[in-house]
């Protein structure tokens, strides 16, 4: 990167990155179901569904109020900014993320022989929650025809709508290799506008 450079990563791929790694072992957790824990499965499954649905509300909702002004004081990404591609920006949060990932699967898996499938079903419903957001911004996004970018030293501890975060830049919808909402872009136009 030349001088005055730097990097800009997705917001909404940021938010969506570890929703699938809280999806699938929240789920393999649930076979939790399979032990009858203290609790019985009955009362462990009606326990984790209403953690399902209690976490993906909360984690949904959580600083969308920040989100939302963050975007609206947007201002026009520089010609001489970096964007990150978002197989880069999933890895480098996957990869921040990966002992928290696991130490909460092996605590989900081990809830499992107190209240059966509870533990994994608040994981799938934190993936939920965070996959939903992400959608929420990928609306915001089309409907403003711009994707959010925000600087990447300021999300080191991956919160893009965080203290250190004071601002987002925008591109055009076609920039970068993320649709609206942090997807994986079909290859249908070449990805370089701003």
Same mark, same amino acid.
């Given at each position: 990167?030349?001088? &005055? ?41 009606l ?7 209690? +976490? ?8 969308? @109020?920040?989100?939302?002004e ?8 520089? @010609?001489?900014?970096?964007? /990150? ?6 890895? !480098?949060?996957?990869? !921040? ?5 696991? %130490?909460?699967?092996?605590? !989900? ?8 499938? !509870?533990?994994?079903?608040? %994981? ?8 939903? @957001? ?5 609306r ?6 711009? %994707? ?14 965080? @203290? ?10 076609? +920039?970068?290799?993320? &649709? ?5 872009? /079909? ?8």
């Amino acid at each position: 990167m030349g001088r &005055g450079s730097y990097a800009l990563a997705r917001v909404a791929v940021i938010v969506r990155a570890p929703a699938g790694w809280l999806w699938w072992p929240g789920l393999a957790a649930g076979i939790g179901a399979l032990v009858p824990g203290l609790t019985g499965r009955r009362i462990g499954v009606l326990a984790g569904a209403a953690l399902f649905l209690v +976490a993906a509300v909360v984690v949904f909702a959580v600083r969308r @109020k920040r989100y939302r002004e963050l975007a609206r004081a947007a201002s026009r990404a520089g @010609k001489s900014v970096f964007l /990150q591609d978002r197989a880069v920006t999933v890895r !480098a949060r996957r990869r !921040a993320l990966r002992w928290w990932l696991l %130490l909460a699967f092996l605590a !989900a898996v081990g809830s499992s022989f107190a209240v059966p499938a !509870a533990g994994g079903m608040l %994981l799938a419903g934190l993936g939920a929650g965070l996959w939903a @957001k992400a959608l929420w911004l990928g609306r915001w996004e089309r409907a403003n025809d711009a %994707l959010l970018w925000v600087r990447t030293e300021r999300v080191s501890r991956g919160r893009p709508a965080g @203290k250190a975060v004071d601002a987002y830049q925008t591109t055009g919808i076609v +920039a970068g290799d993320a &649709g609206p909402g942090g997807a994986r872009r /079909q290859r249908t136009m070449a990805p370089t506008a701003r």
